[in-house]
């Protein structure tokens, strides 16, 4: 017995249907890979890495650590003295230490003169008065004293005068810090032409214990008429 013949409409119905099912198949597959790539994006790889190799020929190099930096002592203050410390058994003797490398030994020469006794002490800066016991008063060279020049106007009105200087002698003899101590008539210029003259004037100076010494001195200059 034969089947009967297919109609062609039904066959037709049957391919589409097919077709349809692979298209909506396709589709499914495409969706749950986008969601299988969006959702899992940290999933491990199925191949397993590569372990990395390790060199053969390295060389070690240890580098030693620095040297520590030694403690600077403080600075000292300029007006800082050192006191010395006293021995706690002044009895006991001192043990012989032998000198370091860095101390110099110093020997003082042989030849320099030296003198027994307490050396005289030197002269003070300031000059002295001739008050003084030990002091041999300073002596005018007389080829050095040069005369005052007459005041023309005390020449005129025939007119003597009297000046009184005190002046400092110094300690090569030279006349110095001249100041007027007196003067009888100090309205005709006696005073500049005694200071004058007298700041030219030697002396051989004054001397304590034989050292030549300044000293305060006293000067009379007379201006008379002949």
């Not at 307490?118 to 004293?145: G, N, Q, R």
């Not at 030697?202 to 201006?223: D, I, M, N, Q, S």
Request: proline share 18%.
């Amino acid at each position: 017995m034969t089947a009967p013949p297919s109609h062609p409409l039904l066959a037709r119905s049957n391919d589409d249907g097919r077709v349809l099912w692979l298209a909506l198949a396709v589709a499914v597959a495409l969706h749950l890979s986008v969601l299988l790539f969006v959702a899992l994006p940290d999933l491990p790889s199925p191949i397993a890495p590569k372990a990395p190799t390790t060199p053969t020929n390295i060389t070690v190099i240890k580098i030693p650590p620095p040297e520590p930096e030694r403690p600077r002592p403080p600075d000292r203050p300029p007006n800082e003295r050192l006191l010395p410390v006293p021995d706690p058994d002044p009895e006991r003797p001192e043990p012989i230490r032998e000198a370091a490398r860095d101390e110099i030994e110093y020997t003082p020469p042989v030849d320099l003169p030296y003198e027994i006794g307490t050396p005289p002490a030197p002269p003070p800066a300031t000059p002295f008065d001739l008050t003084h016991a030990e002091i041999v008063p300073p002596e005018l060279i007389m080829d050095s004293k040069v005369e005052p020049h007459f005041p023309e106007l005390a020449r005129v009105v025939r007119q003597s005068g009297r000046v009184v200087l005190r002046a400092v002698i110094d300690e090569d003899g030279a006349v110095d810090e001249i100041e007027v101590v007196e003067c009888n008539h100090p309205s005709f210029g006696f005073e500049d032409a005694a200071i004058e003259a007298v700041r030219q004037w030697k002396y051989r100076p004054a001397t304590l214990r034989g050292r030549p010494v300044a000293v305060y001195f006293v000067v009379l200059v007379e201006f008379k008429l002949h």
